[in-house]
């Protein structure tokens, strides 16, 4: 899944028809001095600015600001751009037209299964969250768009009547087109709002996840992905995303601060079995990471760096289980390596190694890691005969 | 018994070298059961025609290659499963075509990274046709003592380790493919092994869920009991625990749940918006997945650590109840023949080397030229002479004599388009031949009337030296065995007209305190014939070749420095005809000496 930000989640609404409300995405206030200049409708509307980045609770944070005129909206752009919040740095402001209303309503779809499900409450904001029941469903089978009247149906279900029953169906129709033409995942708009001025639709926010593999055919999609936990990748995590995205196989990395266990597992599976049993034994994840697919030895060093990094880490576990093709050898040679860098940079005193691991040259790869001990390294090695996630036992028994 | 794929399973697999290399695979769990390779065809367009040879036992099979897969059902009406390696971009368009095709019944898709919608489709079409889509993201499916599809199992060695040669008990399901090949070793371990385990692909929306192989396994009388392993996220166990709960069941359930690491993870990791609401109901969490399960009547370990005994103790059970017997291990099982390299790694081979080198060795992480790292050789300063020297002739020359090879190599690299050499090159370029052929249609040029004088003056300069011949007896001598001198003599330059080529290379190299014998012979010999005619002065051909037997080269290696300065030269005039866009060369009538007979009449065929 692919998290897409505000304004060019926007973006792909309004090309399906979708009212939105004017937006700019702005870099710095001159920026959007420029801009200013240019549209008539930042002069002339109420606006709203908001810190444009993969960040929960804006709002508390002091990161979105209403009702401001453009001066007002110079000055919130300026004070929010360069600010620090936690491990992130606020880079862009989205800049929108005001749209004064009355009436909030929900409208979403998700992919389910079958095909997918489009979801509609005649209320919104956070009024839906406490009356989840007020919100009305329509299933679809993958490859099946809703008829007009089944959008009605919905629309009437959910408790619109008169002509916002037909304008919500239309809205939901075009919330689905956007859906199943643009490869998303979920696509939500809390709260549609109706316009004051002509009693329209508008979508007042845009929450995108889309389907990254599905990006080969949407040549348009010219925006990067945002995280999808509520904040920004850090340096490092973005360094180990470089590196995936140039090799064949995979390596993954997400730092979790304050955990005492670091994980350097092989394989999506194994990994999250890995991280259960830390959880399991009372321990504290440092990160969740992951290679698999027969990744270059120099890529496994990249992720080994990385994980050796972690502040007060403890034990690292380098688990896996018996691989169908990645060279235990060869990958092993990456996290050798990075452990030999790490140890000569001094991140490795008071830091256990736990090894586990079969597969293709396993014997050649665990003697290999064995070896390390006689580097002065405090590791313990051990083959397919002891279980999958014993070595996090052992490691999380050891005081 | 086994599900999915038996002993009647034949495959064509769509794509290329990955699913070559999967074959590959699936042969050598053939040969491990003895049974013939089940690989029939392949289906990529790009080599239809051709054929892939797929090694099994010490032989070679060759497998055909299609277009299109009713092309390859239609030459091997028995092929009934297809087995996808295409790139994402192209995989549905693949697998529907296979799961469109009569004879198919189950389309495995190993690709990874297929868009959501192309899988649901593919699912939807494959329920509507009553077939099976297994995939996207499959590792495989492995049916002990039966069949192989795909790569799980892993390599020839865990096969037999995982005793997947003969059939256990114990069906596997699972979404992780880093994971089947250590559930299969555990089911061995701890039991009697497996029936069929099925990689179902870690997608979101995989083509098949675990209840239409719950069912299958159901259906199976050898299977009873079967594992399944989950990924975090989807409802697939939530529904194969109602699969398992809705009535008395024969196979018994043991299913190990992962993603409790989410419940501590911190809450930032999730993201809050109000279609979390969904996972409220706890759907889809680990703990959901568990407590459903166990409510059900499956058997759910507390780690993946404890899945080993928990498998144990449900197949102690079934022997204890009569509904296993003790498997019986085969006396002797086939080993997979050694490649020559290792068997030789392991000191079981000799083999006698076709041919022999002591030049160079690129074995390292760099060539070496006759020991010493090329990389080395540059940061100390050596160049291309020395490098000359190393190849040529295995030594390490001095500063000076590289100064004389850069020097000869500089002066000899192009003498202009009209020497035959540049002008078979230009015309080759002309007619638009590559760049190698029309370098190479100059180089034949080089012989004894262009260039090719080097390595033969030199010869016989040589051996009037070494048999300190005057240079009358040396003249005498070369009129009686062999005719003109080679190196002396030019086309166009002459006493009057002197080679300023020859006069700056013979002015360089005296000016040094080296001896030069063989020069000094040549220039003698030079005195002689120039005075007999003035155009039998030393050419650059016999400087050369002159100098560079003083300083120690074998006269075979000598034409190799016109062969190498000249190149240089060739290609510049075929890359300056190519800028040029030259066209096609027609020699003109005029230049032609017409000497055939004139037009006759051609008498009747007698």
């Not at chain 1, 005193?349 to 586990?356: E, F, Q």
């Not at chain 2, 760099?366 to 100390?380: Q, R, V």
Request: overall charge neutral; glycine content about 10%.
């Amino acid at each position: 899944m692919a998290k897409v930000l505000e304004g060019p989640g926007m973006g792909l609404m309004k090309k399906w028809g979708i009212n939105v409300p004017n937006y700019v995405v702005v870099t710095s206030v001159d920026e959007l001095t420029k801009l200013g200049q240019a549209n008539e409708w930042l002069k002339k509307s109420k606006l709203v600015a908001k810190a444009h980045e993969a960040l929960g609770s804006r709002f508390k944070l002091g990161l979105v600001k209403v009702d401001l005129d453009f001066k007002t909206a110079e000055a919130a752009t300026k004070e929010m751009i360069g600010r620090q919040v936690g491990s992130i740095t606020v880079t862009q402001v989205i800049v929108s037209e005001m749209i004064p209303h009355k009436e909030e309503y929900y409208c979403a779809v998700k992919s389910t299964r079958e095909g997918s499900e489009i979801l509609v409450a005649n209320c919104g904001g956070i009024e839906v969250e406490s009356n989840w029941e007020r919100v009305k469903r329509l299933c679809l089978e993958v490859g099946q768009a809703p008829s007009a009247e089944s959008l009605e149906k919905l629309s009437k279900e959910a408790g619109f009547a008169g002509p916002l029953a037909k304008k919500m169906a239309d809205f939901a129709g075009k919330m689905f087109a956007c859906f199943d033409n643009e490869d998303a995942q979920y696509l939500e708009v809390n709260p549609v709002v109706v316009r004051e001025s002509d009693g329209e639709l508008v979508a007042l926010d845009a929450v995108t996840l889309l389907d990254g593999d599905a990006k080969f055919r949407h040549p348009d999609w010219n925006f990067a992905f945002a995280a999808e936990f509520g904040r920004a990748y850090s340096k490092n995590e973005m360094e180990v995303m470089a590196v995936d995205s140039k090799i064949k196989g995979s390596v993954k990395f997400i730092e979790i601060p304050g955990g005492d266990t670091a994980m350097l597992p092989a394989g999506g599976g194994a990994s999250v079995y890995y991280s259960d049993a830390v959880v399991a034994r009372g321990g504290k994840l440092a990160n969740y990471a992951e290679y698999s697919g027969d990744p270059p030895d120099w890529a496994v060093e990249v992720l080994t760096e990385k994980v050796c990094s972690l502040p007060g880490i403890k034990n690292i576990i380098v688990g896996g289980a018996i691989a169908n093709f990645t060279d235990v050898k060869k990958t092993f040679g990456g996290i050798i390596n990075g452990f030999r860098k790490a140890k000569a940079d001094g991140k490795m005193n008071n830091v256990k190694i736990w090894v586990r691991r079969g597969g293709p040259r396993e014997k050649e790869g665990l003697d290999a890691m064995r070896a390390l001990k006689d580097e002065g390294f405090d590791i313990n090695v051990f083959d397919r005969n002891t279980p999958l996630t014993d070595i996090v036992d052992k490691a999380l028994q050891v005081k | 018994m086994s599900i999915l794929a038996n002993k009647d399973t034949r495959v064509v697999i769509q794509g290329g070298q990955a699913g070559v290399n999967a074959a590959r695979r699936m042969a050598e769990f053939c040969y491990l059961i003895k049974r013939p390779l089940n690989v029939e065809a392949f289906v990529y367009p790009p080599d239809a025609g051709k054929t892939n040879e797929i090694p099994y036992g010490s032989g070679l099979i060759a497998i055909p290659v299609y277009k299109t897969i009713a092309e390859a059902t239609k030459n091997h009406p028995s092929i009934n499963t297809s087995l996808v390696y295409i790139g994402a971009d192209r995989a549905m368009k693949g697998g529907m075509e296979a799961l469109d095709d009569a004879h198919i019944k189950v389309v495995s898709m190993i690709t990874e990274g297929v868009p959501e919608k192309d899988a649901k489709l593919l699912g939807a079409h494959a329920r509507k046709l009553g077939k099976v889509f297994n995939g996207p993201s499959s590792i495989g499916i492995i049916s002990a003592g039966a069949c192989r599809l795909g790569v799980i199992g892993g390599a020839f060695d865990n096969l037999v380790l995982s005793k997947l040669y003969r059939e256990g008990s114990f069906g596997v399901i699972t979404k992780s493919g880093g994971l089947s090949n250590e559930i299969i070793w555990i089911c061995s371990q701890f039991a009697d092994g497996i029936t069929t385990a099925i990689g179902i692909g870690g997608d979101a929306y995989p083509g098949t869920d675990y209840v239409s192989y719950l069912e299958m396994f159901e259906n199976d009388p050898q299977t009873k009991a079967v594992v399944i392993v989950g990924e975090m996220g989807g409802d697939l166990e939530e529904r194969a625990a109602e699969w398992y709960g809705a009535k008395k069941r024969r196979v018994k359930l043991i299913a190990v749940v992962s993603g409790f690491c989410q419940e501590s993870l911190p809450k930032g990791m999730k993201f809050g918006h109000a279609g979390a609401k969904e996972g409220m109901k706890g759907e889809g969490s680990a703990r959901s997945k568990s407590d459903a399960l166990k409510k059900a009547g499956a058997l759910v370990p507390p780690t993946f650590g404890a899945l080993g005994p928990a498998i144990k103790d449900t197949y102690e059970e079934l022997l204890k109840s009569g509904q296993v017997k003790a498997p019986v291990e085969p006396a002797s099982l086939p080993k997979l023949p050694k490649t020559v390299e290792e068997a030789m790694k392991a000191d079981e081979v000799m083999v006698a080397p076709l041919i022999r080198t002591t030049i160079s060795d690129d074995r390292g992480d760099e060539p070496c030229y006759d020991g010493y790292p090329a990389s080395e050789l540059i940061n100390k300063g050596y160049e291309i002479p020395h490098v000359i020297g190393l190849l040529w002739d295995k030594r390490l020359i001095s500063k000076q004599e590289a100064e004389i090879i850069k020097r000869i190599m500089m002066l000899s690299a192009d003498h202009g388009p009209c020497v035959s050499g540049a002008y078979a090159t230009i015309l080759a370029a002309c007619a638009g031949i590559g760049l190698s052929q029309s370098v190479a249609a100059g180089m034949i040029m080089i012989g004894p009337r262009f260039g090719g004088a080097v390595t033969d003056a030199g010869r016989f300069f040589k051996y009037a030296v070494d048999n300190k011949m005057s240079v009358d007896e040396f003249l005498a001598y070369m009129k009686k065995n062999h005719g003109p001198v080679p190196g002396i003599g030019h086309r166009v330059k002459s006493l009057r007209n002197p080679d300023k080529r020859v006069k700056e290379l013979v002015g360089y190299v005296k000016s040094l305190p080296i001896k030069t014998p063989c020069l000094d012979f040549a220039l003698q010999v030079e005195q002689v014939t120039a005075a007999k005619k003035d155009n039998l002065i030393l050419n650059v051909d016999g400087t050369m070749a002159a100098v560079l037997v003083d300083i120690g080269f074998p006269v075979d290696s000598l034409n190799g420095f016109f062969i190498l300065s000249r190149t240089i030269g060739l290609i510049g005039h075929w890359v300056d005809q190519k800028r040029q866009e030259s066209r096609l060369i027609r020699l003109f009538d005029y230049l032609v000496n017409y000497a055939a007979p004139k037009r006759r009449e051609v008498p009747p065929l007698k």
